[in-house]
């Protein structure tokens, strides 16, 4: 990257001066420098400076992608389709984290007088770019909805998906979150948390710091290519990825690891910020019953409440993600679509996508776990 790490932070600071351990300069030099999201892996950085007065006022990170993997906004049917009418989908610009589906900032500004003016001139600054690189559209995902609502008034296409997030309210301990529930859903959260460990013999360790050792992270690595090569083929990340994160990033990192007869068999790891737990990837080199939920779900949500964070994102999609006190909610992103004739298809698609998401979102939201007065379980 040829940003400094001083001003790319100074841009992705938020108004209290934390940076998201996913917009840190860190992290993005850590994807580069493992061959993570580099050009030979379809991940050219193109990342877009605005300046003011030769200082970096605006940063978008963005992509220069000649596919459409590890975005977790999914728009392949969109490619098939106009490369089947004869258009060249790619190359396309991606301004997102390189396989990540966390909501953050993408419009990184520097916090203070002008922020507003320099979100909207990056808006503005990146619609120029995408008309004359020759891409066929421009994708901001997982933004904010304040971005989300201005790049839409910019005439940047509007999207949502969903998530599964669990919301900490002002819980004390996890068996104060658990009286928040039904009565069956407590019952049957305790049953899985106790049958996960008592009944395969394991032992649950969270590690961060010091503790997260090159032996460690050869440990989880094995269970990230175990899992990574059976849901996408070949995984994203290399085994050096983590070495530099677990230099640079230690304290901000939460590997929580299953133990069995003296060796760990499945982990998961957490990205820790200010107030918000981030859950990305797990894996196992043995299956077990109920494992995936205490390892990935439960053991987050205890952390988030001892350490009085305000909400767990355990990632993309997931249903399952419902009964165990994970709430459905609204995730956005913009599209530019350079084609005219292609932008107007794909705002009917996206017109109709919305109005589909907001009633799926009640849908499930009436299905969480939560106790409701006038459906009150008698314990």
């Known amino acids: 990257m040829d940003i400094a790490a001083g001003d790319w932070n100074a841009c992705a600071a938020d108004s209290t001066g934390a940076v998201d351990p996913f917009l840190d300069h860190a992290f993005f030099l850590s994807l580069e420098e493992s061959k993570s999201a580099v050009r030979e892996t379809g991940w050219l950085g193109h990342h877009l400076v605005l300046e003011r007065g030769g200082a970096v006022a605006g940063i978008l990170p963005c992509y220069l992608k000649s596919h459409s993997r590890g975005e977790y906004v999914f728009d392949a049917g969109w490619a098939d389709a106009y490369e089947r009418a004869g258009g060249r989908y790619y190359p396309k610009l991606q301004a997102s984290v390189p396989f990540t589906p966390a909501t953050g900032r993408r419009l990184l500004v520097r916090p203070g007088e002008g922020a507003d003016l320099a979100r909207s001139a990056l808006v503005q600054g990146a619609a120029q770019v995408a008309a004359e690189a020759g891409v066929s559209s421009l994708h901001v995902t997982f933004c904010p909805e304040d971005e989300w609502a201005l790049m839409g008034e910019a005439g940047y296409l509007q999207r949502t998906d969903t998530q599964f997030h669990f919301e900490n309210e002002g819980y004390g301990t996890f068996e104060d979150f658990l009286t928040a529930l039904s009565s069956r859903k407590r019952k049957v959260i305790r049953r899985e948390r106790r049958d996960a ?183």
């Open 197 to 379: 460990l008592e009944g395969n013999g394991i032992t649950i360790r969270r590690l961060t710091g010091r503790e997260l050792t090159e032996a460690v992270w050869d440990d989880f690595f094995a269970f990230y290519m175990d899992t990574g090569s059976r849901k996408w083929g070949r995984p994203y990340l290399t085994r050096a990825f983590y070495s530099l994160i677990g230099e640079r990033m230690a304290d901000r990192i939460l590997l929580v690891m299953a133990e069995r007869e003296g060796r760990y068999v499945a982990g998961a790891i957490n990205f820790i910020g200010r107030e918000v737990l981030y859950g990305r990837h797990w894996g196992a080199v043995e299956q077990h019953p109920f494992l995936h939920f205490e390892v990935c779900y439960y053991q987050a949500i205890d952390f988030a409440i001892e350490k009085g964070l305000k909400r767990v994102e355990a990632g993309a999609q997931g249903e399952h993600k419902l009964a165990r006190g994970y709430k459905p909610v609204t995730t956005y992103s913009t599209h530019l679509i350079v084609d005219r004739g292609f932008r107007r298809a794909v705002e009917d698609y996206l017109e109709r996508e919305r109005r589909y998401i907001a009633e799926a979102i009640d849908e499930l939201g009436a299905l969480t776990p939560f106790r409701r007065a006038e459906m009150e379980e008698q314990d």
